[in-house]
T-cell receptor, first 112, second 118 residues
């Protein structure tokens, strides 16, 4: 059975400092992994995806994530946080049976 | 990128009435559309999976007679909340999967619909 765990429900960083949002997954097969962002009262927007190509994936708005099979992790990072990055972030896993599992989300707060 | 349009974005209705929410894929054909419900400060809860031309598959605990889903074409799915009650107030989000594309699991989301039942 597959699962996804977002280790932090809330993360607060100061503007201009690095962002790290953690995600660990469990999957019987080689999964596809995604990060989505949701701004208040909005739908979800794809930030980036990993589908068994390069393990370091670059996304939009300066975000990137690294797939580490040995650690079963897919953490999301950004070198320098911007106020507009304040939002809810979801890590998502999809396996070859096409079942899609959402993490519980991490609320990112940006401090001025 | 693929665009999914969801309408209405906000709706307020009286208890006992029915509300229809539309989800359209604007520039692609969607074999599968998903309907989610999101409670305040919570993750998305999958309600049902909608396949064009066939009955929707509901998740455990979701009342199929209350949440009617129709997927009449490859670009349109509708969710009708029948006899709405205040506890049905929530944020409803649809998503679509692109037809023909390698099934990587990538989803395209609508902007969501905020339902408030008085």
């Amino acid at each position: 059975a597959q699962s996804v765990t977002q280790l932090d429900s809330h993360v607060s960083v100061s503007e201009g400092t690095p962002v790290l949002l953690r995600c660990n997954y469990s999957s019987s097969y080689s999964p596809s992994l995604f990060w989505y962002v949701q701004h208040p009262n909005k739908g979800l927007q794809l930030l980036l995806k990993y589908t068994s190509a390069a393990t370091l994936v670059k996304g939009i708005n300066g975000f990137e994530a690294e797939f580490k099979k040995s650690e079963t992790s897919f953490h999301l990072t950004k070198p320098s946080a911007h106020m507009s990055d304040a939002a809810e972030y979801f890590c998502v896993v999809s396996d070859r049976d096409d079942k899609i599992i959402f993490g519980k989300g991490t609320r990112l707060h940006i401090l001025p | 990128g693929a665009v999914v349009s969801q309408h209405p974005s906000r709706v307020i209705c009286k208890s006992g009435t029915s509300v229809k929410i539309e989800c359209r894929s604007l520039d692609f054909q969607a074999t599968t559309m998903f309907w989610y419900r999101q409670f305040p400060k919570k993750s998305l809860m999958l309600m049902a999976t909608s396949n064009e031309g066939s009955k929707a598959t509901y998740e455990q605990g979701v009342e199929k007679d209350k949440f009617l889903i129709n997927h009449a074409s490859l670009t349109l799915s509708t969710l009708t909340v029948t006899s709405a009650h205040p506890e049905d107030s929530s944020f409803y989000i649809c998503s679509a999967r692109v037809r023909g594309r390698l099934n990587t699991g990538e989803l395209f989301f609508g902007e969501g619909s905020r339902l408030t039942v008085l």
